[in-house]
């Protein structure tokens, strides 16, 4: 099982940037789905998630701004960024929680995307 994040780039102040997440592999079912990000000196932290019901949560910093969804047919997870900050910029990550065929259970993580907003 893999998670394969792209989408994420260079954009200035006030831009829009579309993330997305493909799980792949031997995979029996997928439960939560998430982005997280993390900047130069800071820990990772968490962004938005999505449950697998398509309840939402999303850190305070992000409200208003970004919209996390998926579309469980293919096992992907997106993040739309709007309104983008220069405090935005960091390494994001996306993860899941996967049930393989073999009924394992465990957090998979992705590659991270590099976002960088321009002032």
């Known amino acids: 099982v893999q998670l394969q994040a792209s989408g994420g780039g260079l954009v200035q102040t006030g831009g829009s940037l579309r993330l997305s997440c493909a799980a792949s592999?031997?995979?029996?079912?997928?439960?939560?789905m998430g982005w997280y990000r993390q900047a130069p000196g800071k820990q990772r932290e968490l962004v938005a998630r999505i449950t697998s019901g398509g309840s939402t949560n999303y850190a305070d910093s992000v409200k208003g701004r970004f919209t996390i969804s998926r579309d469980n047919a293919k096992n992907t997870v997106f993040l739309q960024m709007n309104s983008l900050k220069p405090e935005d910029t960091a390494n994001y990550y996306c993860?899941?929680?996967?049930?393989?065929?073999?009924?394992?259970?465990?957090?998979?993580w992705g590659q991270g995307t590099q976002v960088t907003v321009s002032s």
């Open positions: 993860n899941a929680d996967i049930t393989s065929r073999q009924y394992l259970v465990r957090v998979y």
């Open positions: 592999g031997s995979i029996f079912s997928i439960g939560a």
